[in-house]
């Protein structure tokens, strides 16, 4: 008869919950490439949009791509952010996993970061269309431009992952996360533009620098505050 | 360290819950000893899951005290929780990964080494890499059932074991319940399979309106419910 | 208690007083005339505005720390009056930005701060009424305060570094003499009615809430079935 084992389990520390609850939600996000997919055609189709709004301008368009580029991608998180939470709440798993017991803090770091590397990709693929589309002529490192856009992706991704968990039991999800999220990153969001328009039309009097500050310190704020109230979001 | 045979396993006193002006559980007093097979009957809605979903810590009771394993739960959440399990009605995996994945992921969450393909043969399912959303209502059962194995529970929560199975199933859910006793677990099983989960368990409560009606042998749940029902 | 009806009414007082003493006794403002004299009304209401949203912030963490429905009816009676004061406030910035600068809006950074801050904290009241169950709506409420709240100081550096034209910020030091004796009268007016509708909301809010959380008596116990030899 052997004897009962999970009294000297030793449960992981909550960093490696962490861990592993990425590695799940990307494997997840592998699966479920289409919803990816998706998203990156609807960001595409808004930046279209947006050029169809101004006219064919090739210099207006220019002289704005930064923030198509930006609205366009944060458009799209939604799509991405609703689902997260949806993942987790189709078949109990959230439950089982605060059960387990998982740290409520490894179940946000980990999908926040997830979140985070899709977001990321999609924003890429975004910024290299808008420059192609609208003619963009980039003269500053593209290193520089990597930088703004894991940046502003975060700063998107911590509010997003939070707020998806909190309407995620609403009867009205795919109205509230917009509702709340959107007005929440306006400042993540004029900052990530700001930035990026100084990458791509110059910054003779650097105020890229003062922007990019913002920007860390929104995103230090947001992750440090989501894993301070994920855990009273899902607690029963 | 494992509960004492002086120190029961579950030990709940006058636990209620109540959902909006509805007590959904009255003032329920429990004592399951160590090792112990209790079935828990009753009609819809007389708080069986309510009582499970309670002692779980999957929701917390609105009066009452609730020890597992000697500690408090309401102080205590993280270490009862790494001490059972629970299967709730819900299966509690991820659809688009495979079974194998599932049970990986959870293992891993839980620091517990080793294969888990085991588990899955064990509940009589294929090693396959298709996503559990390809599989039957049974077969997702089964994968919820080698979730709870894999885990390792001294105390085993299952809600409702029988639900949607085919006749083999049924025979499944037997055998696993008299291992999970072989191996010293302490099983709370809610069912609404009387005739067959009575002779598998040693005690029964009756519940009816959220309050324990009846509590004695197993075997005669079937004679208490039709008084209650009389 | 009905102090707050005091407070209210030496609200109205002290409201009137500095309007009238602004309207009618203090000189003209010095750059922009008689159209200055909003600012009697528009800078009490900023003060007020931005003081409101520090109590519901405070409200919040109470509401949080301690799950107490006190704490957390006055949260919703701060965060109510200071979205009506932050309205207030957009209408009136509209209205002197029109003789001003001769449009109804301008993407100054202080009015593009109160726009967005009516988005945020109507947020926190739209999120709210779309839960039922008591703890979760608790719990939800406060998390989006705290949240929103954290955001106010955000915004507006955002908005500042994006575009700036509106003058510096108006205390009664920048503001000269004969005009700031009526406009401290006016932010104590207002501060005063502010407080005193919050505790009103925050009073229904509080019974409401009791009504809702009156634990229906427990059901009386029923006694155990017998089940009389067979």
Known sequence: ?236 | MTPSATSPVVHAQKLSRRYGARWALAEVDLEVPAGERLLIVGANGSGKTTLLRTLSTAQSASLGSLHIFGMDVRTHAVQVRARLGLLSHLPQIYRDLSGVENLRIFNRLLGIQGPVEPYLERVGLEVRPDPVRTYSAGMTKRLSFARLLAQKPELALIDEPYGQLDPAGFAFVDTLLQDLTDEGVTVIVASHQVDRARHLCDRAILLHQGQVRWQGPAIDVGRAWDVLHA | MKWHYALGALGVLFLGTGHAWGLFFAPPEFMMGDVGRILYAHVPTAWNAMLVYLFAFVAAIGTLWTSKSSWESWLVGFVEVGVVLNILLCFQGAMWAKPTWGVYWDWDPRLTTTAILIALFAGVLIQRNLFHAPDKRRIITGVTAVIAFVNVPIVYFATTWWNSLHQGLSSPDTVSNPMHWPLRVSAFGVLFLAVAFSAERAKQERARLEREDTAPTLPLAQKQLELGAE
């Open chain 1, 1 to 236: 008869m052997p004897e009962s084992t999970s009294a000297e389990r030793n449960i992981p520390h909550w960093l490696i919950q962490t861990w592993q609850i990425l590695v799940k939600d990307l494997v997840l996000g592998w699966r479920t490439r289409a919803k990816v997919v998706a998203m990156v055609v609807f960001a595409g189709t808004m930046l279209l949009l947006f050029s169809f709004a101004i006219g064919p301008n090739n210099t207006l368009l220019a002289k704005h791509a930064a923030g198509y580029v930006w609205l366009s991608a944060l458009l799209s998180s939604t799509l991405l952010l609703s689902q997260s939470f949806q993942v987790e709440g189709e078949s109990g798993a959230l439950e089982g996993l605060l059960l387990l017991p998982v740290d409520p803090r490894a179940i946000f770091y980990g999908k926040a970061l997830a979140n985070w590397v899709v977001l990321s990709l999609l924003t890429g693929l975004v910024l290299v269309g808008g420059f192609f589309l609208f003619s963009v002529e980039i003269q500053a490192h593209p290193l520089r431009f990597v930088s703004i856009l894991l940046l502003g992706s975060a700063g998107i991704s911590a509010p997003g992952t939070l707020y998806s968990a909190l309407t995620a039991r609403a009867q009205a999800q795919q109205l509230m996360l917009p509702v709340l999220l959107f007005p929440l990153v306006i400042p993540c969001m004029l900052a990530a533009v700001k930035a990026t328009g100084f990458l791509i039309q110059g910054d003779p009097m650097d105020q890229g620098g003062s922007w990019t500050m913002l920007l860390i310190c929104f995103n230090l704020i947001y992750w440090a505050l989501g894993g301070v109230l994920f855990g009273k979001v899902v607690d029963e």
